[in-house]
């Protein structure tokens, strides 16, 4: 999927300090968007979906829309990706 337009992989830090955040983006080759929360954001993130360990997947659609929150990782999430972009083709 990261030649596909219609999909982007956000990836969230919330559990690890900033430099070694870093060093791990850089050492796994991570692609993606990459973001590190700070301050309060953290738990208001935690709260919001309900996160209760790492990792954590939610699928989210072309509208902002949750579809799925304790989403499957890979390679069992595929089907729903593959849905997800099957609606977003017939929309185009």
Known sequence: YAQDPRIRFVNICLDSEKEKWLISIQKHQLAGVNLYIENNWNAKLRSSFNI?????????????????????????????????????????
Do not use: R
């Open 52 to 92: 209760k360990g790492i990792p954590h997947y939610i699928i989210i659609n072309p509208g902002n829309v949750m579809l799925e929150n304790f989403s499957s990782s890979a390679p069992d999430v595929k089907g729903k990706l593959d849905d997800v972009l099957a609606v977003t083709q017939e929309k185009l």
